[in-house]
């Protein structure tokens, strides 16, 4: 497998956490490339005493600047990473820095798969039996119905691929279960969605069912997906916090019994961490991509290598191109 490409610089906590996580990742035998200010890498794998191959970019988008300035900094370590994937040196990219910029710059350097009008980012959200994905968490805050057609096949292709899913079953966010419930854009594309032969379309589904896990994909626009994902990641956190303090802050039969469910409380807070996938996929580009949080640690660094890797051992983008050519519609909207 080619290396997978990443952003070494783009993030909170870089360019520490990149080479620590890429180390680490690279034990377990995944090749990647750092990119980003040579001198400073260098230091760091120096100080770690590892070895890793380095693309230099000497310009930095950083998370307070504006996702068009991808546009006149080419020389950039995300720019460069991707375009290492445009390439071929790199069979994949990686950035845990601005998202908005990463999305822009993959548009501008990779373009976008025949059939997909716009590119989605999309979230494997927990749930008791594993992760149903939800797309699109951010990068489409309009859509057209259009849109949520292709985001639903996209969506279809992946939980294939990640989930092993024969048939996979596809499910459009409404506030109703009836097909006649929602807005304008949810009533047209619920028809579109249905009429998709390669889909198992389940119908609507309302946000309390999204964790139940009534369907493996639930497809949605970008403002509200970004807002469920938000409301979920914030929602555990509060929760495990509330849970910690009952289980502290009480007598000596409380403690007995926190010390009595703390490794499973640890096994489910582990599941709930957005760092145990690392980073999300970009959808629709031509090229692997995926974006991580911006705070992210070695750990999420790491795991977001390991998903990178595995969309391009599970031929994720050979896949996504097959299913979207089903598409009668695609291309047809501007």
């Known amino acids: 497998m080619k290396p997978i490409a990443l952003d070494a610089m783009g993030g909170d906590r870089m360019p520490g956490v990149a080479v620590e996580g890429g180390l680490a990742a690279a034990r377990e035998g995944i090749p990647v490339i750092l990119v980003g200010k040579e001198a400073e890498l260098h230091e760091e794998l120096k100080r770690r005493g590892g070895s890793l191959d380095i693309h230099p970019a000497e310009d930095v988008i950083t998370m307070g600047d504006h996702?068009?300035?991808v546009r006149h900094r080419r020389q950039s370590s995300i720019m460069r990473a991707l375009q290492l994937v445009k390439e071929?040196?790199?069979?994949?990219?990686?950035?845990?820095?601005?998202?908005?910029?990463t999305m822009a710059a993959a548009l501008l350097v990779l373009g976008r798969l025949a059939g997909v009008n716009r590119p989605a980012i999309l979230a494997n959200i927990?749930?008791?039996?594993?992760?149903?994905?939800?797309l699109d968490v951010g990068a489409n805050a309009d859509c057209k119905p259009a849109y949520l057609q292709q985001f639903a096949v996209m969506g279809s292709v992946y939980a294939r691929a990640?989930?092993?899913l024969a048939e996979p079953s596809v499910g459009l966010m409404s506030i109703g279960?009836?097909?006649h419930k929602g807005n304008e854009l949810v009533k047209e594309a619920h028809g579109l969605i249905a009429g998709t032969p390669s889909l198992s379309f389940y119908g609507n589904v309302e946000g309390r069912d999204l964790l139940k896990g009534v369907t493996d994909v639930v497809v949605t626009d970008g403002f509200t997906g970004n807002v469920v994902l938000k409301l979920a990641e914030g929602e555990a956190r509060e929760i495990f916090s509330w849970l910690r303090q009952a289980l502290t802050g009480g007598g000596l039969f409380t403690r007995i019994g926190a010390a009595m469910v703390r490794s499973a409380l640890k096994a489910v807070a582990a599941r709930l961490d957005p760092a145990e996938y690392g980073a999300q996929p970009l959808l629709g580009v031509r090229g692997n991509a995926f974006i991580?949080?911006?705070s992210s640690d070695s750990r999420a660094v790491r795991n977001a290598l390991r998903t990178a890797s595995k969309a391009v051992r599970t031929d994720l983008l050979e896949r996504l191109g097959e299913g979207l050519s089903g598409i009668s519609s695609a291309g047809k909207v501007p």
């Open 126 to 134: 927990p749930i008791k039996r594993g992760f149903v994905a939800l």
């Open 88 to 101: 071929g040196v790199a069979s994949a990219s990686v950035s845990m820095g601005n998202s908005g910029a």
């Open 67 to 69: 996702a068009g300035d």
């Open 177 to 179: 279960e009836e097909p």
């Open 292 to 294: 991580g949080h911006g």
């Open 162 to 164: 990640f989930y092993q």
